[in-house]
């Protein structure tokens, strides 16, 4: 195994193995956490300040190489960018995000026992996730869990939060079950809720109308073109600030020049200083 100083070079994303190439276990574990992104898509359409990955890898602990890492079937990060860059995260690497830890974490039990409610728990807490939330979709309970169990990091430990939906206060949503139709599957679902525990939340945007929703999308083109011609008013300053700087160097070295010259005109130099 390769050892390296991590303090001299901490691998990117494009360094690091971005798959363990490992199956997922059933397909549940893979349309679950993807229906929760597709929600939080239209729920935080306008929002460029998330990142909701599924089946990717934590890299959270350098040291060796590969430094240490874990892939959940879901996770959630905010204050992070949207996009990381034009050909998206390979995977979400601690160092690279300013060492922000995702604020929840999704387990979908499959009918293979693998840590959720042990080590995987050990590992995330170590982490500093602060939501950790455990589906187990078949099962009515297993070792005495619940089918959907959500845990709170409080003072370092992880509690088992009560109530469904269970409201998220950091996050700004809840999350719980409800029958549902998804990828034409028509069964239980996850689903993220408002705070008065109506209606799923990925119901808001479809009560729009058709009139509405072609606003809505006229209105995130704006936004982006307004964001785009902020980058390039930014990016004219930040030109025209170099320019300047280059022409005050070249006034100084002028009036440097000139001085110099006047005083060998008095038969003055340098070396008389």
Known sequence: MVQYNPLQHLPTAEELPDSDDTPVDNELQNLVPNLLLAMLSMIWAERIDWFFGVDMGIYY????????????????SLGVDRRKSKKGRLSYVMWQENNIAPILVLEVVSQNYGGEYDSKMSKY??????????????????????????????????????????????????????QGTYKGWTREWLYWYAQNGDRPANQWRRSLSPDEQVEQERQRAEQERQRAEQERQRAEQ?????????????????????LIDRLRAQGITLDDF
Request: hydrophobic share 35%.
């Open 61 to 76: 602990l350098p040291g060796q190489f590969p430094p240490t890492s874990i892939v959940p079937d879901g996770f959630l």
């Open 238 to 258: 930040e030109r025209q600030r170099a320019e300047q700087a280059e022409q005050l160097l070249a006034q100084e070295q002028q009036l440097r020049a000139a």
């Open 125 to 178: 807490m170590q982490l500093g996730v602060l939501y950790y939330v455990i589906y187990n979709p078949e099962d009515k309970q297993r070792d005495n869990h619940e089918p959907l169990e959500v845990y709170r990091l409080i003072a370092g430990q992880y509690e088992l939060q009560s109530g469904e939906p269970f409201w998220m206060p950091e996050v700004g949503l809840g999350i719980g079950r409800s």
